[in-house]
């Protein structure tokens, strides 16, 4: 079942000889539950595209839709719910709030949405995340490895439809950056979630389902691997 679909999408940043297209007339569907490694290099246009999919930016022409729904045909208010309760977007460099416990780090998306916490469902994910025992912990009691556990414990707290994750590792060791993959990769058998993951590291991207190579602005290639 189709879950994402773009749209010849185009960015553009500046005007006249100035401008930059960061993003050329690219078109792509993702199935539910796929697993998706986005690879180019430095400025091939995998962050924009990724930060439009999660409507963090808005595309100069074209479309996306998630579920058939067409993502920036909503007003500011709507498109602010949708990000909150349909995308989660994981950063190389983690976020956390400082002066919040673990537990709270990860429960904040749900609070603030205005949800009961299911704690059956906490419990699980601090399971799986190899956090039990660290909740009251404050991140800068936690490796760098652990803070990115608390980051995708944040992410997934709400369930979203999809994950969108910016070189996740590109900021841990050899050992913790494999770490990392396999929670990805139990996320995505156990939960069935749909991740599209942007990586430099070949190795990384070969774990997963299927890889989209960009470049100048374009997919150049676009391989399933399993």
């Given at each position: 079942m189709e879950i994402l679909r773009a749209e010849h999408l185009t960015k553009i940043y500046g005007k006249g000889e100035t401008a930059v297209r960061a993003l050329d007339d690219v078109s792509f569907?993702?199935?539910a539950g796929e697993f998706i490694a986005v690879v180019g290099s430095s400025g091939s246009g995998k962050s924009t595209l990724i930060h439009i999919l999660g409507s963090v930016d808005t595309p100069t022409s074209g479309k996306v839709f998630m579920n058939g729904q067409d993502v920036f045909a909503?007003?500011?208010d709507k498109l602010a719910i949708f990000r909150r309760r349909q995308v989660g977007i994981i950063y190389q460099f983690y976020n956390l709030i400082s002066r919040l416990t673990v537990e709270e780090n990860i429960?904040?998306?749900a609070l603030l949405d205005?949800?009961?916490?299911?704690?059956?469902y906490f419990n699980e994910l601090i399971e799986m995340l190899g956090l039990k025992g660290r909740e009251h912990d404050l991140p800068a009691q936690?490796?760098?490895g652990q803070q990115q556990r608390v980051a995708i414990g944040r992410t997934l707290i709400t369930s979203p439809a999809i994950v969108l994750a910016d070189e996740p590792t590109g900021n841990l060791d050899q050992r913790?950056?494999?770490e990392i993959m396999e929670l990805f990769k139990t996320t995505h058998r156990k939960y069935e979630?749909?991740?599209i993951m942007i990586t430099h590291d070949e190795n990384i991207a070969l774990q997963?389902?299927?890889?989209?190579?960009?470049?100048d602005g374009r997919i150049v290639n676009d391989i399933r691997i399993r």
């Open positions: 569907k993702v199935e909503q007003n500011r429960l904040l998306p205005g949800r009961e916490i299911d704690r059956t936690l490796s760098g913790n950056t494999q979630q749909t991740i997963a389902d299927r890889i989209l190579a960009i470049e």
